[in-house]
């Protein structure tokens, strides 16, 4: 296992970051019907194996399954009796936790209130990362950040993140964090896969400028490129993707990645869900994945991609088979700065 500085921060982090959206037992009909069912005893089991292979990081949300899992993932850590110092806690605020008009959003009164519930059901006296879940089209973002701010002085939360905002969004937050000395923003935690790379257009370029992290969700694109699914496919595809079509995927765009990925699987005796996992972390910009699993052998399989080393010419065929379409203005970006690197220049004779 490798350890990555958090954003830039003197905090190291796993590589691979344990995903506990699958803790609880969330009622069908719900939206986390399709997704959890970790009873804590698995929940145990999960966290265990997961510290056992080097993992110090774990993201959670208020949001999942209405707080089970902050509550078992507290419960876990008791029942282990891991040292706090020992373990990164991420967890996050914004989504709807009640049937009161200010039981959601990123507002001053409900990011108060919230993180004195996810510390109670946490069982912790701090939070080492506390992200905002979603952008709040309502609130004005200096509310937020203030909010944040105090959160850090009180030293109820360690550092601060965000997940799922636009770039300009997140560019102007860290003006803002900068003119007003707040605490800024460390991490972006985002949804990036081999058939979904948008993030690299306008997201990465400003986390590679600002130095700040990024936690990667949903590698697999909600177990599509597990090898579950499409053409080849030596299952019946059931899982969570057939019951949960989400995140959007153009699936043309990921039965072609899935294929290439299928042959490096079967050259190293690998999984293709490893595969997908390990051309992701070795990205130069990607932090940590995050990953979930509803048992130990699921979690193993994720596991194994630290151990996975591909060389250049896998990453090379992957690269091609997954390269985004050329869009306005980055095409445009590209054209008009040429000749403006040094290494663009021709030496004179």
Known sequence: MRYNQLGNTGLFVSEICLGTMTFG??????????IADVDQKAADEIVQRS???????????????????????????????VPRKDVVIATKVYGVMGDKPNDRGASRGHIMDSVEASLKRLQTDHIDLYQIHATDPVTPIDETLRALDDLVSRGLVRYVGVSNWQAWRIAKALGISERKDYARFETVQAYYSIAGRDLERDIVPLLQEEKLGLMVWSPLAGGLLSGKYGPGAPGNGEGRRANFDFPPVDKDRAWACVAVMREIAEKHGVSVATVALAYILAKPFVTTVIIGAKRVDQLDQNLAAVTLKLDAEEIKKLDEVSALAPEYPGWMLSRQAAGRRPVDFEPKA
Do not use: H, M
């Open 51 to 81: 510290l056992d292979a080097g993992v110090n990081f774990i993201d959670t949300a208020d949001v999942y399954s209405f707080g089970e899992s902050e509550r078992l993932l507290g419960q876990a850590l008791k029942n282990l009796g």
């Open 25 to 34: 037992e969330a009622k069908q009909g719900t939206p986390w019907g399709a």
